[in-house]
């Protein structure tokens, strides 16, 4: 199993940025895949950013493509999501998680407990 603790959410201004963290306990985070994704009020969760256990070629949503970059650290067993240019409609809470093989199905056990963004316009 793993556990996700997300951190660096806060309030930023439009076309401000903001580096969100999400730690993972255990000593097998390298197996895993692992993503962002993101739920506002009233609005259905949205996958955000996704890479692999070994990294490679990230997915994004066309919403973000551009403005946010996906990594990870496996000797530090974290991963983050440098936000840049956000706009009023990136404002959610900000979920990690983390598979075996990739997370985005969206059907993965393991998430993190979110972290707030707000972007003031």
Not at 16 to 25: D, N, V
Not at 79 to 94: G, I, R, T
Request: hydrophobic letters at 35%; charged letters at 15%; aromatic letters at 10%.
């Amino acid at each position: 199993q793993v556990q996700l603790v997300e951190s660096g959410g806060g309030l930023v201004q439009a076309g401000g940025s903001l580096r969100l963290s999400c730690a993972a306990s255990g000593r097998t985070f390298s197996s895993y895949a692992m993503g962002w994704f993101r739920q506002a009020p009233g609005k259905e969760r949205q996958t955000v950013a996704a890479i692999r256990r070994s990294g490679g070629t990230p997915y994004y949503a066309d919403s973000v493509k551009g403005r946010f970059t996906i990594s990870r650290d496996n000797a530090k067993n974290t991963m983050y999501l440098q936000m840049d240019s956000l706009k009023p409609e990136d404002a959610a809470v900000y979920y990690c998680a983390a598979d075996r093989i990739t997370v985005l199905h969206g059907t993965t056990n393991y998430w993190g407990q979110g972290t707030q963004v707000t972007v003031s316009s």
